[in-house]
């Protein structure tokens, strides 16, 4: 099976192409390397050094033999992102070439605008590609657990059934994003499942939790290969956050009460939830949902295991419970369905000991990389 990955320079996008090159996958790697131009933007680098593109491919062909295939180009870029799947024809493609943090695209009217603009003209522009050439492709596309937000009833797997004056339908999921980056999101949920509604496509919607972790089978070869693994208060995800501020000694910036629920995976089960989706395609004009995470926590309760962990190592960790720099509930129910991966045949790494220690250990290796200037946030909801 040939599987092109969109934005596979980048965190989950480098850790899935390398799984899949590894299972014996056809992979190729499409992206415009814009993100490595946002870190340059912000004045933030990678906890980890990260070798360019091209050198990680050819290291990863020397150690395996295997060849990853490269597109460099935007796919807003409709002409060029025809020419890329013309050249490699793939039977499935892996979407995570998407601007994906909140806090981006929350600086200001023209990182929304950018923000919104690539992900949801990418998304439109390979919707159409498909369409006109490739209506048997199967689109593996990454959403975002953000989109449903935090209401007051069970969160279903992107459709809930409804009963209303005596009728009963079943009804896509409703969305309450919290940041224009969740609402580009939930524009391209849309945009797929009209997609597939009317065009026949076949699509999967992964909507992910915060993914944690930096080491996979494959990005633990060599150091040539190793995934970026991000800290700032932009694009730094909370518990990756925690494990470099308790390494460097820097108290854990808690938002709020800390009481915020969200879904967590490792980002080994990223890599597997992506080659499931890949081996159970959907079926011609269905769009799919599938709930990506593997646990549920507090960000209050993350802190709390990170310094326990920290503790045990001998590192003197604090917490400090920061004004909250988004506009969310601290406080609320938060229960999620997340049934049909497992039932695929997923088998989760749960969050441990032994995994906070390695997060630990990776972090106090490179913490001559921190800038401590970065670690507050400095994005407000609220102007």
Same mark, same amino acid.
């Given at each position: 099976?040939?599987?092109?990955?969109?934005?596979?320079?980048?965190?989950?996008?480098?850790?899935?192409? =390398?799984? @899949?090159?590894?299972?014996?996958? #056809?992979?190729?790697?499409?992206?415009? +390397? *814009?993100?490595?131009?946002?870190?340059? &933007?912000?004045?933030?680098?990678?906890?980890?050094?990260?070798?360019?593109?091209?050198?990680?491919?050819?290291?990863?062909?020397?150690?395996?033999?295997?060849?990853?295939?490269?597109?460099?180009?935007?796919?807003?870029?409709?002409?060029?992102?025809?020419?890329?799947?013309?050249?490699?024809?793939?039977?499935?493609?892996?979407?995570?070439?998407?601007?994906?943090?909140?806090?981006?695209?929350?600086?200001?009217?023209?990182?929304?605008?950018?923000?919104?603009?690539?992900?949801?003209?990418?998304? =439109?522009? @390979?919707?159409?590609?498909?369409? #006109?050439?490739?209506?048997?492709?199967? +689109? *593996?596309?990454?959403?975002?657990?953000? &989109?449903?937000?935090?209401?007051?009833?069970?969160?279903?797997?992107?459709?809930?059934?409804?009963?209303?004056?005596?009728?009963?339908?079943?009804?896509?999921?409703?969305?309450?994003?919290?940041?224009?980056?969740?609402?580009?999101?939930?524009?391209?949920?849309?945009?797929?499942?009209?997609?597939?509604?009317?065009?026949?496509?076949?699509?999967?919607?992964?909507?992910?939790?915060?993914?944690?972790?930096?080491?996979?089978?494959?990005?633990?070869?060599?150091?040539?290969?190793?995934?970026?693994?991000?800290?700032?208060?932009?694009?730094?995800?909370?518990?990756?956050?925690?494990?470099?501020?308790?390494?460097?000694?820097?108290?854990?910036?808690?938002?709020?009460?800390?009481?915020?629920?969200?879904?967590?995976?490792?980002?080994?089960?990223?890599?597997?939830?992506?080659?499931?989706?890949?081996?159970?395609?959907?079926?011609?004009?269905?769009?799919?949902?599938?709930?990506?995470?593997?646990?549920?926590?507090?960000?209050?309760?993350?802190?709390?295991?990170?310094?326990?962990?920290?503790?045990?190592?001998?590192?003197?960790?604090?917490?400090?419970?920061?004004?909250?720099?988004?506009?969310?509930?601290?406080?609320?129910?938060?229960?999620?369905?997340?049934?049909?991966?497992?039932?695929?045949?997923?088998?989760?790494?749960?969050?441990?000991?032994?995994?906070?220690?390695?997060?630990?250990?990776?972090?106090?290796?490179?913490?001559?990389?921190?800038?401590?200037?970065?670690?507050?946030?400095?994005?407000?909801?609220?102007?």
């Amino acid at each position: 099976m040939k599987v092109l990955v969109i934005g596979g320079d980048g965190y989950c996008g480098w850790a899935t192409a =390398l799984y @899949l090159s590894n299972r014996g996958y #056809e992979v190729a790697i499409l992206d415009s +390397l *814009v993100r490595r131009h946002w870190d340059n &933007e912000l004045g933030v680098e990678t906890l980890t050094p990260i070798a360019s593109i091209q050198q990680r491919l050819q290291r990863w062909k020397d150690l395996t033999g295997k060849n990853i295939d490269l597109f460099i180009g935007d796919i807003t870029n409709y002409e060029f992102l025809k020419k890329a799947l013309h050249t490699f024809e793939p039977t499935a493609i892996v979407h995570f070439g998407e601007q994906r943090s909140a806090p981006f695209s929350m600086i200001d009217r023209e990182h929304a605008v950018v923000t919104q603009v690539n992900n949801v003209v990418g998304t =439109l522009n @390979l919707l159409y590609a498909m369409k #006109e050439d490739f209506p048997d492709c199967h +689109l *593996v596309k990454l959403g975002t657990m953000g &989109e449903y937000g935090t209401p007051n009833i069970d969160i279903e797997e992107g459709y809930i059934t409804i009963e209303h004056n005596g009728r009963k339908d079943t009804l896509p999921y409703p969305k309450q994003p919290g940041s224009m980056y969740h609402l580009s999101k939930v524009h391209d949920s849309h945009n797929i499942h009209f997609a597939c509604r009317i065009w026949g496509l076949r699509a999967t919607d992964l909507n992910q939790g915060v993914v944690y972790g930096v080491l996979t089978e494959e990005t633990g070869m060599d150091e040539m290969l190793i995934n970026r693994l991000d800290y700032d208060g932009v694009f730094g995800t909370a518990l990756n956050r925690f494990c470099i501020q308790a390494a460097i000694g820097h108290p854990l910036t808690v938002y709020g009460k800390g009481g915020q629920t969200r879904g967590f995976l490792d980002i080994r089960d990223t890599v597997r939830c992506i080659e499931i989706a890949i081996a159970n395609p959907a079926n011609q004009g269905e769009f799919r949902v599938f709930n990506q995470f593997t646990e549920l926590f507090s960000v209050g309760d993350l802190a709390m295991m990170v310094k326990k962990a920290g503790n045990a190592v001998g590192l003197n960790v604090e917490i400090n419970n920061l004004e909250n720099p988004r506009i969310e509930k601290e406080e609320h129910y938060f229960n999620a369905i997340n049934t049909k991966l497992l039932d695929l045949g997923l088998q989760p790494h749960y969050l441990s000991d032994s995994l906070l220690d390695s997060l630990l250990n990776f972090a106090v290796k490179y913490q001559n990389r921190v800038d401590k200037n970065e670690i507050l946030p400095k994005v407000k909801w609220h102007r």
